[in-house]
């Protein structure tokens, strides 16, 4: 069976909720999943063994992780081929970790560049944020990432 970290991630989460008797409980479990999710890919970045995407590091023509007006927040993430000599059958994941509990991901059938937006909430702040780029390769590999990581401070601007 391959390892697919989006399925994972939502067994995770479904399971922790479906528990759940109040809101407020339900989302610290949410949390706790997704701090729990995040442990095992950092666990990957060293036991992988399929091939690794890079992340260009920031630069003038690097990846950016940057706050903005408005409380919002940016990651436009460039990758290249690492240690990948082909397209992997299973494609990549990439996984956004805003620091205040949410998180975007998404499955990538080619290797290429993304962003995302993310609205914090409305308070002046400082997040780290954390992403992962990931191959996904056929079962009996393991999928291996590569991580940056960056702060952003939230503010509103003024008038």
Not at 129 to 144: A, G
């Amino acid at each position: 069976m391959k390892a697919n970290f989006l399925a994972v991630l939502v067994a995770i989460l479904f399971a922790a909720c479906c528990n759940c008797a109040e809101v407020i409980s339900c989302d610290n479990a949410i949390r706790a999943g997704v701090q729990h999710f995040q442990q095992m890919l950092s666990k990957s970045l060293t036991s992988g063994n399929g091939c690794r995407p890079v992340i260009v590091r920031p630069g003038p023509t690097g990846s950016v992780i940057a706050g903005f007006s408005g409380f919002r927040g940016n990651a436009a993430i460039i990758v290249d081929w690492g240690t990948c000599q082909a397209q992997p059958p299973g494609g990549f994941n990439w996984f956004v970790y805003w620091g205040d509990g949410t998180y975007n991901s998404q499955t990538a059938t080619t290797l290429g560049p993304f962003q995302v937006t993310h609205q914090y909430p409305k308070s002046q702040n400082y997040y780290t944020v954390t992403v992962y780029y990931c191959s996904n390769p056929p079962y009996p590999l393991q999928p291996s990432c590569d991580v940056l990581t960056g702060s952003i401070a939230t503010f509103q601007a003024e008038l």
